[in-house]
């Protein structure tokens, strides 16, 4: 059973730094396609960034050239770093992971656009204050 627990939420000024973890189990860690997610009081889940299990990573807009995902297949962690954080980066944040989707034998690349997971965190709450 897949299960994902994310960590390192908290409360930051404006301008702060913060980095979420998400710690998977249940599967072979880096054969799946990975992402976080936030959701934000009254407005729908967006796409914050993602990690395929090729290394290739994609951004959301708003986040792009401030936040940072990455990974640690030995710790089984997926990581986002937050720097530059700014009062509408408040929301709670969740982590992702699709497992692979295969066509003919070749693995179906995803970017944070076309992931579709199939587990998530309970997720972590990021207050940025101004």
């Known amino acids: 059973q897949v299960q994902l627990v994310e960590s390192g939420g908290g409360s930051v000024q404006s301008g702060g730094s913060l980095r979420l973890a998400c710690v998977a189990s249940?599967?072979?860690?880096?054969?799946?396609?990975m992402a976080w997610f936030r959701q934000a009081p009254g407005k729908g889940r967006e796409g914050v960034a993602a990690?395929?299990?090729?290394?290739?990573?994609t951004y959301g807009d708003s986040v792009k050239g401030r936040f940072t995902i990455s990974q640690d297949n030995a710790k089984n962690t997926l990581y986002l770093q937050m720097d530059s954080l700014k009062p509408e980066d408040t929301a709670m944040y969740y982590c992702?992971?699709?497992?692979?989707?295969?066509?003919?034998?070749?693995?179906?690349?995803?970017?944070?656009?076309?992931?579709?997971?199939?587990?998530w965190g309970p997720g972590t709450q990021v207050t940025v204050s101004s």
């Open positions: 992702a992971a699709e497992p692979p989707r295969w066509f003919f034998g070749r693995r179906i690349p995803k970017t944070l656009r076309d992931i579709k997971p199939t587990a």
């Open positions: 249940g599967f072979t860690y880096g054969t799946y396609s």
């Open positions: 990690l395929d299990s090729d290394g290739s990573t």
